[in-house]
C-alpha cells in the first residue's frame, strides 16, 4: 500500500530481525518499481555468540 501512495517515492525495508523477512516481502519488492531492491538484515541480532564478538 505504500509503494501505490506516490510512484515517485522511494521505499526501503529493513527489518530488526531475520524472521520478518519472508517470501511476501521479496514478492512485493518484485513488484513495485519504487521499493528499492536492498534490504538492511542484521543477521547477528539472531545470534548472541556473533553479536558478543
Do not use: F, W
Not at 13 to 24: A, I, L, V, W
Not at 25 to 51: F, R, T, W
Amino acid at each position: 500500500m505504500v509503494a501505490l501512495i506516490n510512484p515517485d517515492l522511494r521505499v526501503r525495508y529493513s527489518t530488526s530481525h531475520p524472521k520478518d523477512m519472508g517470501d511476501d516481502v521479496l514478492h512485493m519488492m518484485a513488484k513495485y518499481e519504487n521499493i528499492c531492491k536492498y534490504v538492511h538484515l542484521p543477521v547477528q541480532s539472531g545470534n548472541s555468540d556473533v553479536l558478543e564478538k
